[in-house]
């Protein structure tokens, strides 16, 4: 029986898809297999894989179903074929090769939970990158993250590219296929109301986000966010969930004013306990559509001050 397996989604990544599955087959843990379903790609992501699909890697093509049905799909397959667990990577990014071995470390020593992430940095152009930052005492050791949402201020402990989900304990949680944008936020959310979730310190993700194609790219208009009111009723079950539905909705608020949507972003800012923000946050959301826009010219303001819209893909 095969430890983990990998499933990276794909559709429309011909410039990463090479790297990222290279990443995998670099692995120093070896007791993994790979599954690449092409999520109706149009450009050449399938093609640059030809000569990369052998017996530890599968391509499956399936007409466009979105990124969570994908990922759901991925799932079923790991549960079918019997895998200890499954491990996620979005094709934009990378795993460095001690990932897998660093994720089953973390399941060994935190058998009880069901979901295991390691650390990751962001990769911000050609070889420039940035480090996360946690809002938890940051631990040199494996660690159960409790209060899971207290950790979560600043960057999110868990990403589609960093964690791995432990089949041994039965998980029924999917991701929502409704959504086409904070679906991993979503996730993140359900997993920690329903599971334990382990935290391995060791980088060993990156997330590109000079990427071309991201899917935080796509106008807001046009995306499919979820509904964070349907948390509301569990604020009280759940310490510090308040503050952290509050945090995604001034990030989804502050991308539609930057897209000069104020009639959006007056929906999200009104459910917000100012309390929940810094004062540099409230005021980033009194700023014109003109001053936001210069100020994510130097994305590190942002990024510091809590701006990281959390998406898939």
Known sequence: ??????????????????????????????????????????????????????????????????????????????????????????????????????????????????????????????????????????????????????????????????????????????????LTHTEDTDFMIRAAMQYRIAFNPVVSVTIDQSAPQRSDKIPMAQQHIMDFDQYESKVDEHSGLKKFLDINRFSIAIGYRLQNDIKNAALYQHKIDPSSLTKKQQQLLTMTTRQLKALKRTQKILGNLGFRIRTGR
């Open 1 to 178: 029986m095969k430890s983990f397996l990998v499933i990276i989604p794909l559709c429309n990544k011909e410039t990463t898809i090479e790297r990222c599955l290279q990443s995998v087959l670099q692995q120093s843990f070896e007791s993994f297999d790979v599954v690449v379903i092409n999520d109706g790609s149009t450009d050449n992501s399938a093609t640059m894989l030809e000569g990369l699909v052998s017996d530890k890697v599968e391509l499956i093509h399936q007409e466009n179903k979105g990124v969570s049905a994908t990922r759901n799909l991925g799932i079923e397959i790991a549960i079918k074929n019997k895998y200890q667990a499954v491990a996620l990577l979005d094709a934009d990014d990378y795993w460095m090769e001690n990932h897998l071995s660093n994720l089953h470390t973390a399941m060994t020593e935190c058998p009880e939970a069901t979901v295991v992430t390691t650390n990751y940095r962001y990769q911000v152009g050609h070889r420039r990158y940035s480090k996360t930052k946690f809002s938890f005492l940051h631990a040199d050791h494996i660690k159960i993250v409790e209060p899971f949402f207290e950790g979560n201020y600043f960057n999110a402990v868990m990403t589609s590219s960093s964690i791995a989900i432990n089949l041994k304990n039965k998980p029924s949680i999917r991701y929502d296929e409704k």
